[in-house]
């Protein structure tokens, strides 16, 4: 037979094979069959079929004819459509690779067991996923973790017994249904079963590869779930799993998803305010420890949420660092307080930068832009960092401090002594100023070590050239320990909270500076140390003050 009818006859079955060109074969001989019909009306058109020894009429043999290949066509049709209507069916309900029924035959099952059940029982919902599957596809390929999830599939097989049901999901990972669960025993007997049999070691390319699985569960109702809502549950739980390191067992816990649920609102409304500008600065002053005046001040930030109230720093701040917005916000802090301060002569301004947007290679610019813009005198702006700057990179710590120092831009490094690098560190980082952390300050009136801690660095800032600021002074007595140093520089409570623009500007400390800015008619020249009323209690220098946390408006991580 020439190789050209092999070809056609071959071509003619592939087309055969789709149930759409079969559809179209069989409305292609209906057609003819109805052309054909049409045409006896108007005479018989195949006289020529007497010679061949028909008997019958031409147009009633045709009709036969016609009518025994239509019905054969549609016979296998329909059959060929049931089988590949049952396979696609099942293709639809089961994992390709593995052949375990998947995520939409699980809906299916919890959907029917939601319709059908007729007396409450507790069930559970367990799922199972590799830790380090994303680093396993990275390093010995996409190929071989498929075969590591098929490796899995077939250990979780091997395990499942009674009445529980195994699903295979996206990814890596599996479902684990019990359908009746008598006491969490049951759960943890199989949970135990999965981490001793299941996590194993895998062999890819004569490599082993180890590696853990974690599991999260959900336990239930048989009435009144929404299954969804299951499976969104165990999933919490398995991740819940991971964040905790990964190989373990956790239960769900809905006071958890709620604070989950509750920060990821907060993020994206934080996210909002930070598009929006709408960052609010409070002010908090330093004071200098022998004329009592204001030598500075620091800018903090709060943020104002329209449910909420104010919202700690320290927990908006963290969250705009896991988001990346952390130097966004650096910067709209700098700009506004710029601008609002830019009038009050000779005033020293702090403001806070984290470490990362520190060290990032456009800081210099983006300090030298807002400066430009605001007009603001580049030696009436400090910035205060942390040691995590000196820990995370020495080398370019130095480099961007010698910078920003050459440009006339004050460095303070704040939270001294908390870190590992303060005291080694001071010789090789050449900041002008160092802030003693708070928490040496507190206990200076009862703890020794703490007056010799505080002492000792005090005395190492100052032969290094430092000035030196104490933070978070609250008492009396801490004032009357300090005393006994020269030219400090005070900050904390005691003298004045972080307050608001306009009761900055009405603030004695600010009366009371030497260069006072165009919005005050008067200057006091009395020391506002804080010193003991008649009654025994303190007076503050400021009124109408922010009574909220102090916390750096950039805090480092």
Same mark, same amino acid.
């Given at each position: 037979m020439p190789l050209w009818v092999v070809g056609a006859i071959e071509?003619?079955?592939?087309? !055969?094979? =789709? +149930? +759409?060109?079969?559809?179209? %074969?069989? #409305?292609? #001989?209906?057609?003819?069959?109805?052309?054909?019909?049409?045409?006896q009306l108007f005479g018989s058109l195949f006289i020529g079929w007497q010679f061949l020894g028909f008997a019958a009429k031409p147009d009633v043999t045709f009709q036969i004819i016609c009518c025994i290949l239509i019905a054969a066509g549609v016979v296998q049709l329909a059959a060929k459509s049931f089988f590949d209507h049952r396979e696609l069916k099942y293709r639809s309900y089961h994992d390709e690779r593995?052949?375990?029924?998947?995520?939409?035959?699980? &809906?299916?099952?919890? *959907?029917? !067991? *939601?319709?059908? =059940?007729?007396r409450e029982t507790t069930m559970a919902l367990l799922m199972i996923d590799i830790d380090e599957l994303k680093e396993i596809n990275v390093s010995i390929g996409y190929a071989s973790g498929d075969e590591l999830i098929a490796q899995l599939a077939s250990n979780m097989r091997d395990i499942v017994y009674g009445n529980l049901q195994l699903f295979k999901l996206s990814g890596g990972q599996f479902g684990l249904l019990f359908p009746s669960v008598e006491n969490t025993e049951h759960v943890n007997r199989v949970t135990d079963d999965i981490f001793k049999n299941v996590s194993s070691v895998f062999y890819a390319d004569d490599r082993e590869v180890y590696f853990n699985v974690s599991i999260g569960a959900d336990y239930f109702d048989n009435i009144l779930f929404k299954p969804q809502t299951v499976i969104r549950n165990a999933d919490f739980a398995l991740q819940q799993a991971k964040k905790n390191g990964g190989n373990r067992f956790v239960s769900y816990d809905a006071g958890a998803a709620k604070n989950l649920r509750d920060q990821s609102t907060l993020d994206s409304d934080l996210r909002k305010m930070i598009d929006n500008q709408e960052v609010e600065l409070v002010y908090q002053p330093l004071i200098n420890s022998k004329t009592g005046r204001m030598r500075g001040v620091e800018v903090l930030s709060r943020w104002n949420h329209p449910i909420h109230g104010y919202i700690s720093p320290s927990r908006f701040v963290e969250s705009a660092e896991q988001m990346g917005l952390l130097s966004k916000l650096g910067i709209q802090v700098m700009i506004e307080a710029c601008i609002e301060l830019k009038e009050f002569d000779d005033l020293?301004? #702090?403001?806070?930068? =984290?470490? *990362?947007?520190?060290?990032?290679?456009?800081?210099?610019?983006?300090?030298?832009?807002?400066?430009? %813009?605001?007009?603001?005198?580049?030696?009436?702006?400090?910035?205060?960092?942390?040691? %995590?700057?000196?820990?995370?990179?020495?080398? &370019?710590?130095?480099?961007?401090?010698?910078?920003?120092?050459?440009?006339?831009? =004050?460095? %303070?490094?704040?939270?001294?002594?908390?870190?590992? $690098?303060?005291?080694? !560190?001071?010789?090789k980082f050449k900041v002008n100023r160092i802030k003693i952390d708070a928490s040496f300050v507190r206990e200076l009136e009862t703890s020794a070590t703490s007056r010799?801690?505080? $002492?000792?660095?005090?005395?190492?800032?100052?032969? +290094?050239?430092?000035?030196?600021?104490?933070?978070?002074?609250?008492?009396?007595? +801490?004032?009357?320990?300090?005393?006994?140093?020269?030219?400090?520089? !005070?900050?904390? @409570?005691? @003298? #004045?909270?972080?307050?608001?623009?306009?009761?900055f500007a009405r603030s004695e400390y600010l009366i009371s500076h030497q260069n006072r800015g165009p919005l005050l008619e008067s200057a006091s020249e009395v020391s506002l140390l804080p010193s003991p009323t008649r009654d025994g209690s303190i007076s503050y220098a400021a009124t109408n003050q922010v009574p909220i946390e102090e916390t750096p408006a950039i805090l480092a991580a």
């Open positions: 071509n003619m079955f592939e087309l !055969y094979n =789709s +149930q +759409q060109n079969r559809i179209v %074969a069989l #409305a292609c #001989a209906t057609i003819v069959f109805l052309c054909m019909f049409l045409y593995t052949g375990i029924p998947n995520e939409r035959k699980l &809906l299916e099952v919890l *959907t029917k !067991y *939601t319709q059908s =059940s007729d020293m301004v #702090a403001v806070n930068i =984290s470490p *990362t947007h520190f060290l990032e290679p456009n800081f210099v610019d983006d300090v030298l832009e807002v400066l430009r %813009a605001t007009e603001f005198p580049e030696n009436r702006l400090e910035i205060e960092i942390t040691e %995590a700057v000196l820990l995370e990179n020495s080398e &370019l710590a130095v480099i961007r401090i010698r910078e920003m120092r050459s440009l006339g831009i =004050s460095i %303070a490094l704040d939270d001294f002594g908390v870190g590992y $690098s303060g005291l080694s !560190y001071l010789n010799s801690i505080v $002492s000792t660095m005090i005395h190492l800032g100052r032969e +290094q050239g430092f000035e030196v600021t104490i933070e978070g002074i609250e008492t009396q007595g +801490q004032v009357e320990f300090l005393s006994r140093f020269e030219d400090l520089c !005070y900050q904390g @409570f005691l @003298f #004045a909270k972080p307050m608001g623009l306009e009761d």
